[in-house]
């Protein structure tokens, strides 16, 4: 099951690209944090959970991508069983029950690492149907297969992180060759249970989506954090108005500057020159990861390394749509740069499946 390469077949420049967002997330955090007394040791765990993020991915790495997905049953009934024990006996914080309490003091979010079950179990189910059109009794199945995950994450409720679970499905269906009949079904059965889903969403949820139609109909309350994030994007300018000197942030208007607002903070402090290199580099890492996929070995490599990408690609756009006032407020982080153990070694973990695909190019 694990045989590494290579040091020359490991994809250095998508390291080295992660390495630098993740040099940048430390840095805000700490910028964020410092006069923080609950907080201002933050940055440094961040550089613990990323070095054990890199120490996942090397083992990721040497790990046979195809021997993961011939145990990926196994995987899947035990993230659910693992959803459910969240369920009864997880934390509760911020309104939600999402982490499984370990021995030591550790907090582990399990839906972060369902992401990486459900990206082999979707590569899996379509490589086995050897078709080049997808049917609709497939779709059904398969997205039963990821539905049950995703309204056991709900449930907690975490509403944004389940909807994660949908550009991993979306993107290899796409992949897998479904007819455009059936995406035009999706698309008017979506339109039409969208009502009916508002009517049963927790009253914080609705009034997310309302405080993001109309964030000044209630600025103190649930349009605060919108409106404060917005009001810090703005105050940062061309340049930025440098680190820990952002007014909105050092003042404790935005709320979570660490964690699901950090890229507010770091656009306060480093302006909109600061911001297009960071997007810059997100898209660098993207198109490396859509490289790999293209330069897989075989199906399941294109499947894996595309479904990784769309979820990157999805978390960016919803995070920086939310502080920018174009999405609702969801709580889905900023991959690499905001603060979390669980977030970034599932992200690390990821990025080591699609350098398992990379790598298997030169194994025989």
Partial sequence: MFQFAGIRDFDWAMFLLVLAICAV??????????????????????????????????????????????????MYIAALVLL?????????????????????????????FAKIVVILLVSRFLIELRTDVLEFRDLLKLGGLILLPMALIAKEPDLGTALTYLPILGVGVFLAGMPWKYWLAIAV?????????????QPYQKARIVSFLDPERDPQGTGYQLIQSKIAVGAGG???????????????????????FIFSAFAE?????????????????????VHNAQTAPDRAGLFI?????????????????????????????????????????SMFLMLGLVNSVRVRRFVN
């Fill in 84 to 112: 459910v024990a969240v369920l009864i006996v997880g934390k509760r914080a911020w309104g939600s029950t999402r982490w499984l309490p370990l021995p030591g003091g550790v907090h582990l979010q399990v839906s972060e």
């Fill in 25 to 74: 997330g430390v840095l805000q955090i700490f910028s964020a944090t410092h006069s923080v007394a609950m907080f201002h040791d933050n940055w440094w765990k961040q550089i613990v959970y990323i070095a054990a993020g890199i120490f996942l991915m090397w083992i990721m790495t040497a790990a046979d991508y195809h021997a993961l997905m011939q145990r990926v049953w196994p």
């Fill in 189 to 201: 059965v979506a339109i039409v249970i969208l009502p009916i889903a508002f009517t049963s969403l």
């Fill in 269 to 289: 402090e480093h302006g909109f020159v600061g911001v297009i290199f960071m997007l810059m580099l997100y898209f660098a890492l993207l198109m490396q990861i």
């Fill in 238 to 260: 061309t340049w930025g108005k440098g680190v820990t000197h952002g007014s909105q942030t050092q003042l404790r208007f935005l709320p979570v500057p660490h964690t699901d």
């Fill in 305 to 345: 390394c595309m479904g990784v990408g769309a979820l990157l690609l999805f978390h960016i756009l919803v995070n920086v749509g939310m502080v920018v006032g174009r999405m609702p407020v969801t709580g889905i982080p900023l991959p690499l740069m905001s603060y979390g153990g669980s977030s970034i070694w």
